[in-house]
């Protein structure tokens, strides 16, 4: 089992253009929360699944300090959605940060998830990003550098 790289979830996409769901990436609430290299990520997992505190999103793979990087994890903020590139689509967020205390290790990757939207799931995975490897910081800043190519792109 390993956390080996990065996807968007596909139950995500088909629950947006099916209408199931209204999320909206450009004023929805967001979060990242840190995971390690316990469980195996999917990205073709349930809509249910891919929701933040279930299947490989539960609390206890889930790498988090109080007050630095709490469970649940950091609020993204700046949220928003660009389409200004032909045949491309992506959201982005700016980089999101840890307190300046925070002792973190094995982080192998994050799972940015939906607080707004309760249908069809509560907290539904919309990506998850593997970092290359375990990352860590003792008594410092982690942060979540977000690609400048999105944290999740559409390549139409």
Same mark, same amino acid.
């Given at each position: ?6 996807? *968007?979830?596909? +139950?995500?996409? +088909? ?6 769901? +209204? ?5 929805? $609430? ?8 316990? %469980?195996?990520?999917?990205?073709? $997992? ?20 109080? #007050?630095?990087?709490?469970?649940? #994890?950091?609020? /993204? ?6 389409? #200004? ?13 840890? %307190? $300046?205390? $925070?002792?973190?290790?094995? *982080?192998? #990757? ?11 799931? +509560?907290?539904?995975? *919309? ?12 008594? %410092? ?9 999105? *944290?999740?792109?559409?390549? /139409?």
């Amino acid at each position: 089992m390993a956390f080996t790289a990065s996807h *968007i979830n596909r +139950a995500y996409l +088909a629950d947006v253009l099916d209408n199931t769901t +209204a999320l909206d990436l450009g004023s929805d $609430a967001f979060k990242a929360a840190l995971f390690g290299n316990t %469980g195996t990520p999917d990205e073709n $997992a349930t809509s249910a699944n891919t929701a933040f505190g279930v299947g490989q999103w539960v609390t206890g793979n889930e790498i988090s300090q109080a #007050g630095q990087w709490p469970t649940g #994890g950091v609020a /993204l903020t700046s949220p928003s959605l660009n389409s #200004g590139t032909s045949d491309v689509v992506f959201f982005t967020a700016s980089n999101t940060a840890s %307190g $300046a205390a $925070a002792t973190l290790a094995n *982080i192998y #990757g994050v799972m940015v998830y939906d607080t707004t939207v309760a249908t069809p799931v +509560a907290s539904q995975g *919309i990506c998850f990003n593997y970092y290359g490897g375990p990352n860590s910081v003792t008594n %410092g800043t982690f942060t979540s550098v977000w690609a400048g190519t999105g *944290i999740a792109r559409f390549t /139409l």
